[in-house]
C-alpha cells in the first residue's frame, strides 16, 4: 500500500470513527419539543433518539387524551401507521434466514387462493412484488376493504381479483397497503403461527418491546395507550374512538412506543443484533435496505430523483449519506422515523394527531441538529402551511353555494333498495323516518349517513361520523328512468379511493 493511499484511508477512518463518537446536540430539543407543542396545539407526543446503540434521548410530552390529565411519556403506546410496513418485511426476512423462503418465491406456491387481475400477473407476482408497490394498481387501491371493515385478511386478498390496474405489471411504483395483508398470510402459511403471534414471538419479545402490538385487544388492553385526535367542524381537537385495525395491521396497524421503538431502531443499525443477540442475519438487514423500486415520493429536503424503496423502507441518498425512513399515519395518530446507518443514529417520532405537520417539523429539526443544515429550516413554512389549511377550510365550509331548490325525479322510496360494488360486497339504502334516506355500507359501520337532497338526483352525504368528510351521491338512470346505480362524489380519506368502487342497483 502507498504512503497517498494510506493517508486518504486514514482520514477516511478518522472521519468515520469522529462522525460516531460525537453525540448529537440536543440541549434545545425539550425546548423546541415544548414549542412546538404549543404552536401546533398538539395533544401528545414521544420522541427517541439512539446513536452508537446507546438510547440518548426518549421522553413524552403532553397528555394522552384531551381534557385529561394523563401525561405521555416514552412508554406510552402510539399508532406507527406504515411504519408497520417494514415489520412486516423483517418477519419475512427471519424467514429468509432459515431457508423457508426466498424474496423471489411465487406468491401463489405459498397462497393457491391470490388472485389479481390478470393470470399472468397473478402466476408471476413474488413476495419481494408485494413488499415494493408495482403491482401495476392505483395508489392505496382496496382501501374500502380493509378501512374500519369486518373483513379478515384472507376474505381481503380474496377481493384484490377486482381491483383494476392503472399501469403494466412492475412499470410504475403505486403506494400499497393490501399487499402487505398479502405478505403476512405467508408468514402465517409458512410458520404455522398466525403472522401477530410470530411478530409477537420473534421480534417483539426478544427486542423488550412489551408494550407494542397489532392486535386491538391487546392495544386496549394497555392503560398507557394515546388516544386519537383530530380537528371538529370548529377545527377544535376531539379525541375519537381506536379503529380496530387488525385486518391491515402488517401493513398500518402495529402500536408502539418511543422506548419500544428506540430497541428496533439498534437492532436495525447494529446489522440484527440487539444485546448481543443475533435476531436476523446482516445479509437480511442489507436486502431491506437495498433499492428495490425507483420511487420519489418527495421532493427535497427529504427526497431527490434517486429515492427509492426497498422492503418496507423508502431510501434516500443525501450528501453522502443513506437515510432510510418511513412515515406513518391513521386516524388520528402520525408518525415519524429515520435512521442514518453510517452515521449510526436513529429517530422516532410519535404523536396522537394526525391533521398537523408538526411530526414532519420536529423530524426537519433533528435533521438541522444532525448536519447543523439550515436547509431544514422549515418551521415558519409549517406554520403557515397550517394557517393556510385552516383558512382554506373554514371558507370552503362558509361558501358552499345550495343549487336553486329542485325535488328529486321520483319518490324517495324508489331510490331505497339493495346496491352492489363487485369488490366491496353490499352497499344499503333504507328509508327512515318515510322522509330521510341512510346509507350504510354493509362491512363498514363508519361509513354511515343519512341523504339531504341538493338538487335534481344528486344528494349530499351527511355521514354520522366525524371522520368522513360530507360527499355527494348521484343516481344513474337507464332511458326507461330506471335506477341503474349510484356514482359518488366523495372526498377520499388517508387511504381510501372512493373513485375505486362500482355501484349498481341489485335486482330484485
Known sequence: MNIKVFFFLAISLISINDSKAQLLPLDSLDMYLEQISLDFELVGLSVGIVQNDTVVYSKGFGIKEIGKDSKVNDQTTFGIGSISKSFTALTLGLLVDEDKITWDDR???????????????????????????????????????????????????????????????????????TMF????????????????????????????????????????????????????????????????????????????????????????????????????????????????????????PFGNEFSSYGFGWWLTPWKGHKIIEHSGGIDGMSAQLFMIKDMNIGVVILCNDSE????????????????????????????????????ERKEAAANEIRPKESNPSLPLSSYTGAYNDEMYGDINLSLINNEEIELSFSHTPLFKGRLIHWQFDTFKIDWYDIRVPDGFLTFNFNSKREILGFSMDQENLLDVDFGEIEIKKKKN
Open 107 to 177: 406468491v401463489k406456491d405459498h397462497l393457491p387462493y391470490f388472485e389479481l387481475y390478470d393470470p399472468y400477473v397473478t402466476d408471476n407476482f413474488t413476495i419481494r412484488d408485494l413488499l415494493t408497490h408495482r403491482s401495476g394498481l392505483k395508489d392505496v387501491s382496496g382501501g374500502t376493504l380493509w378501512y374500519h371493515s369486518d373483513y379478515s385478511r384472507v376474505e381481503i386478498i380474496k377481493r384484490l381479483k377486482y381491483l383494476k390496474p392503472v399501469s403494466g405489471f412492475r412499470e410504475n411504483p403505486a403506494y400499497q397497503n
Open 356 to 391: 398537523e405537520p408538526a411530526s414532519f417539523l420536529i423530524k426537519a429539526k433533528i435533521f438541522e441538529l444532525i448536519f447543523n443544515d439550515k436547509t431544514f429550516d422549515i418551521y415558519e413554512r409549517g406554520k403557515d402551511y397550517r394557517k393556510r389549511i385552516i383558512k
Open 181 to 300: 395483508v398479502v405478505a403476512s398470510e405467508i408468514v402465517k402459511k409458512v410458520s404455522g403461527m398466525s403472522w401477530d403471534d410470530f411478530l409477537k414471538i420473534r421480534l417483539f419479545d426478544k427486542l423488550e418491546m412489551y408494550n407494542s402490538t397489532s392486535l386491538a385487544k391487546d392495544r386496549e388492553a394497555n392503560e398507557n395507550l394515546a388516544q386519537p385526535h383530530i380537528w371538529n367542524a370548529e377545527f377544535k381537537k376531539v379525541a375519537i374512538q381506536q379503529e380496530n385495525g387488525d385486518n391491515l395491521g402488517p401493513g398500518g396497524f402495529i402500536y408502539s412506543s418511543a422506548r419500544n421503538m428506540n430497541s428496533y431502531m439498534r437492532l436495525l443499525l447494529k446489522d440484527g443484533v440487539f444485546n448481543n443477540d443475533t435476531i436476523v442475519s446482516k445479509k437480511v438487514v442489507d436486502e431491506l435496505f437495498k433499492p428495490q423500486t425507483l420511487f420519489q415520493i418527495s421532493g427535497p
